[in-house]
């Protein structure tokens, strides 16, 4: 039996496949899209964990970080 990678979401605190989520890596205070650089956190490909990353206050609290809003069209069109 093959083990699935999980990878837990940072917004929603659930685990899913790895290839199910988007990789990202801070950068200058930014979250920025990320295949292998650095140490990353992964955000489920869906619309409901796109629609809380849009929600400044509360990635700013679980992340420290903010999110443009370029970045959250750009992971509505992936999906």
Do not use: W
Not at 13 to 40: I, Y
């Amino acid at each position: 039996m093959q083990r699935v990678n999980t990878r837990m979401d940072a917004l929603t605190r659930k685990s899913f496949p790895k290839e199910s989520c988007f990789r990202f890596v801070k950068k200058e205070g930014r979250l920025v899209l990320s295949p292998s650089e650095g140490r990353g956190i992964y955000i489920h490909k869906s619309l409901e964990s796109i629609e809380r990353l849009s929600n400044p206050k509360m990635v700013e609290k679980r992340l420290g970080v903010k999110v443009d809003t370029s970045l959250i069209e750009t992971l509505k069109e992936a999906l």
